[in-house]
């Protein structure tokens, strides 16, 4: 018998990858499970798994900074809901992940049953924090324009910063996109005007300040 359901648990600390197995096999709809240690493998069971119904994402694991990670992932996989799962549960660091595109936010002290509900209320079609998750507005007006800025770039843009930030050539963007060389420029300029800096390696000092401010808030 086929699963109902899909769901991918992407977290590098074995036995909180088990914690989060625990709550989704008891649920209904007797869910399969694909699981990754960092973040290449999650991308990669992404891929692997285009029917997935949602990822649940560390956003510590080795091979990206922060909230970086939750934006290359909502580029590449733009019909895949993200729920991040972390124990830096401040509102800032909830706000910002909710802002960057994630359908929720669980909390690495939340309860199997808070989790299972988590899990649910997204798979519902809704957004979900934790409880007495209080909104309000971004402290730091820097982190604000960042994140309004890095909203207004396209998916395919969005996924080009990414690759900029592995250290990515634009001819090997062009060859992975598939498109060419000369798209991947224009898509370089239109990146580079709406963050406002003036060269590729300003771009990705940007994206990388979405993960330090993560850190430190």
Request: charged share 20%; hydrophobic share 45%.
């Amino acid at each position: 018998m086929t699963s109902d359901m899909t769901i991918i648990i992407a977290d590098d600390h074995p036995l909180f990858r088990g914690a989060l197995r625990q709550a989704v096999l008891g649920m209904e709809g007797d869910p399969a499970i694909v699981e990754a240690g960092d973040f290449e493998s999650a991308r990669t069971a992404a891929a692997a798994n285009p029917d997935a119904d949602l990822l649940l994402l560390d956003i510590s694991m080795p091979g990206a900074s922060g909230l970086s990670g939750l934006i290359s992932l909502r580029a590449e996989f733009q019909g895949l809901p993200v729920v991040i799962v972390s124990a830096s549960d401040d509102g800032a660091t909830i706000r910002r992940a909710i802002d960057l595109g994630a359908s929720g936010f669980i909390s690495k002290s939340a309860t199997i049953d808070g989790i299972r509900e988590a899990i649910s209320a997204v798979l519902a079609g809704g957004i979900y924090t934790p409880d007495g998750y209080e909104r309000g507005m971004e402290q730091d007006a820097e982190i604000a324009d960042l994140i309004n800025r890095l909203r207004t770039l396209t998916p395919q843009q969005s996924r080009v910063l990414g690759m900029l930030a592995e250290g990515l050539l634009n001819k090997q963007i062009a060859y992975e996109l598939g498109v060419s060389e000369a798209t991947i420029k224009a898509h370089v300029s239109a990146i580079l005007l709406k963050l406002n800096v003036d060269s590729r390696t300003q771009a990705v000092i940007q994206l990388a300040r979405i993960g330090s401010a993560q850190a430190a808030a």
